[in-house]
Nanobody
Framework: QVQLVVESGGGSVQPGGSLRLSCAVS????????MAWYRQAPGKLRELVGT???????KPEDSVKGRFTISRDNAENMVYLEMHSLKPEDTGVYYC???????????WGQGTQVTVSS
């Protein structure tokens, strides 16, 4: 079975605006995977935005704490990233990652572009 991680919902928004990213996952036992959002700004390394394990609350990184929320729907195999009070420094390609809780496998999506600019 083919494993797929597909992000959607990126776009352009003004500073202070909001966006909601979605990540659809198929081909894996979703409940056995920790889901994470990463982002990569131009010329910078990919950085972790936050993680969420099955039946647990998200763990955001300090740079997005209080502004971003990660949630997951185990019934639909979906992960969401709600972003509010967006800043220009939030600009980048956002990636969804699925990592098996025992480290057996890791899958990445192709990324979705988020641009915050006035």
């Amino acid at each position: 079975q083919v494993q797929l991680v597909v992000e959607s919902g990126g776009g352009s928004v003004q500073p202070g605006g909001s966006l909601r990213l979605s990540c659809a996952v198929s081909g894996i036992a979703f409940r056995h995977y920790t889901m994470a959002w990463y982002r990569q700004a131009p010329g910078k390394l990919r950085e972790l935005v936050g993680t969420i394990r099955s039946h647990e609350t998200m763990k955001p990184e300090d740079s997005v704490k209080g502004r971003f929320t990660i949630s997951r729907d185990n019934a639909e195999n979906m992960v969401y990233l709600e972003m509010h009070s967006l800043k220009p420094e939030d600009t980048g390609v956002y990636y969804c990652n699925a990592e098996h809780i025992a480290g057996r496998a890791s899958y990445w999506g192709q990324g979705t572009q988020v641009t915050v600019s006035s």
